[in-house]
């Protein structure tokens, strides 16, 4: 049996309705389902290219040197994650420790 393509709806300004619309009147694009999942395409694409030079940046960076003590980044994202769930439980819980349930 062939999986079905998912669909999702969208909701769009008025101004980007139109420029859907006008993309696929003026030829180019033979749907609108065509033109978003070219954009989002394009999108993604340019989002892993620039992973991509992120990584070679650390690994050029590496090869000159400049490293960071593991063990000290470590150190510091733990303090980092910990002072974060603090301050999400005196947000959510008022300050409190505990099993409470959220107040609402």
Known sequence: MASKTPTMNVNLSRDLYEFVR????SG???SASEL???LLRERRDVALR??????????ASARRG??????????ELEGL??????AHRA???????GSRRKRG
């Open 81 to 86: 994650s910990k002072a974060r769930r603090a």
């Open 22 to 25: 006008a993309a696929v009147k």
């Open 50 to 59: 620039e992973v991509a030079r992120k990584i070679e940046d650390g690994l």
């Open 28 to 30: 180019r694009y033979t």
């Open 36 to 38: 978003v999942r070219e």
């Open 91 to 97: 947000r959510t819980w008022g300050g409190g420790t």
């Open 66 to 75: 400049d490293l960071l003590d593991g063990d000290a980044v470590m150190r």
